[in-house]
């Protein structure tokens, strides 16, 4: 009897261990070879770690190499437990790309008939660097816990693969993470300012929108530029796919909406700024408006009126739970390189009084970018008292006093984040 039970308890344990949960790392065991499935010319596999590093030490990874077929090829692995997206709303993967700019597709299926399977839910990242490891991350925000157990993975979605080098890519570590960092959830007013709250910004209508928050001694504020190779209705959405904590209460007697703007770098005044909300579950649900720009350099209250909805959309429509907040700067009208749009203070009912916001990374000069070997730094009349520069994993890689220039011809190819007076960060390309 002893030995029947001694022989379940050690099944019980090798089932237990040998479950293919997140995170996966290939060093345990537990996914092999065997566990990818794959599709449409796609090959998973299980390897030994051909570059090893102080990024990836690992000594296993997993690998697929894209080899005709499909633009969509690939493999995927199938969880024996659902995906808890209670907290950990963001999946990462350490990836291997032999070029950046490659499109990185990652879909979660739910297991509701054969692959494809249903329910199902995709995002996409972009790879930054050339035979490199770097972290690649996915937010699945606002998607339903207890529902997704296949990872489906797609490299250099869009193209044909060839098996050969170039349509070979490694990875490894597929984790979760809460991107809030324990941080609260944002809601209305949006200032920018309060530490306790998570703020995000996601930007829409091509990837030549560049959207950040400005950190400066007066003040936090959203910085946006829309490049003239941009959709002429891009823009940005102010929360993360959560949306926000509250609905926003608009009705036909209480229907304004207030946003402080600042538009530098052209002269042009009248320019139209669309404000939009919707339900971050139901797109379909969301009414839009529009104010116009009077002044140029220097901030200026615009009043958003949802009664009067856009030409060509909806009417406001009061049971619609309005939860998600987006903006649009020269809506219709190709965007450039010179213009960057501020914005801060976006709230309901009243607006925020005008304070003492300063667009202080004007103050600053960073050329050429990209760089191959010296970064220039322009101060103007602001003194330079410290210059971190970070890798693209967060990492301080280098720290000076005071500076006119940087020395990168050393550092590899890829994308940095040079911080200047611990305040105001610029994003650096190194060719």
């Known amino acids: 009897m002893k030995k029947y039970i001694l022989l379940i308890v050690a099944l019980n344990t090798l089932l237990t261990y040998s479950q293919i949960t997140l995170p996966i790392n290939f060093e345990d065991g537990v996914v092999t070879t065997d566990d990818f499935i794959d599709f449409n010319g796609g090959t998973g596999s299980v390897i030994d770690n051909p570059y090893v590093d102080e990024l990836n030490p690992s000594d296993l990874v997993g690998k697929i190499i894209r080899n005709g077929g499909d633009v969509w090829a690939g493999s995927y692995i199938e969880l024996d437990n659902y995906i808890d997206f209670t907290v950990n709303t963001t999946i990462n993967m350490r990836v291997f790309s032999p070029a950046p700019g490659l499109q990185v597709k990652f879909k979660l299926e739910g297991d509701i008939g054969d692959f494809p399977s249903e329910p199902a839910t995709e995002r996409d990242a972009t790879t930054t660097t050339t035979n490199e490891w770097e972290v690649l991350t996915w937010s699945f925000a606002g998607e339903p816990t207890e529902t ?25 570590d597929i984790f979760q993470t809460d991107p809030t960092g324990g941080l609260a959830q944002i809601d209305l007013p949006i200032t920018y300012d309060d530490s306790s709250v998570y703020y995000s910004l996601i930007t829409f209508g091509d990837d030549n929108v560049d959207a950040n928050i400005v950190e400066s001694i007066n003040g936090n504020y959203g910085r946006l530029i829309k490049s003239g190779i941009a959709a002429t209705w891009a823009g940005v959405t102010l929360t993360n796919e959560t949306g926000l904590e509250n609905n926003i209460p608009v009705t036909s007697s209480n229907s304004k909406m207030y946003v402080h703007i600042y538009v530098t770098g052209s002269s042009n005044t009248g320019i139209p700024v669309r404000l939009k909300i919707e339900n971050n579950n139901d ?40 939860t998600m907040a987006s903006i649009f700067f020269n809506f219709g009208s190709a965007g450039d390189d010179q213009t960057v749009y501020y914005f801060d203070n976006i709230s309901f009912g009243s607006p925020i009084s005008l304070g003492l916001e300063s667009v202080s990374k004007d103050s600053f000069k960073l050329y050429p970018n990209p760089v191959e070997d010296y970064l220039n730094i322009d101060s103007s009349n602001t003194v330079i008292k410290n210059i971190d520069v970070f890798n693209i994993l967060g990492k301080k890689i280098y720290s000076t006093n005071s500076s006119n220039s940087l020395d990168m011809s050393s550092y590899n190819a890829g994308i940095y984040f040079v911080k200047i007076n611990n305040t105001i960060t610029f994003k650096i390309v190194k060719k």
């Open 283 to 322: 797109p379909t649900q969301s009414v839009e408006t529009e104010a116009f720009t009077t002044i140029t350099d220097g901030w200026e209250i615009l009043e958003f009126d949802f009664n009067n909805e856009a030409a060509g959309t909806a009417a406001l429509n009061e049971s619609y739970p309005f």
């Open 148 to 172: 997704y157990r296949k990872l489906v993975l797609m490299f250099d979605f869009g193209n044909l693969g060839d098996g050969s080098e170039s349509s070979t890519f490694y990875f490894d």
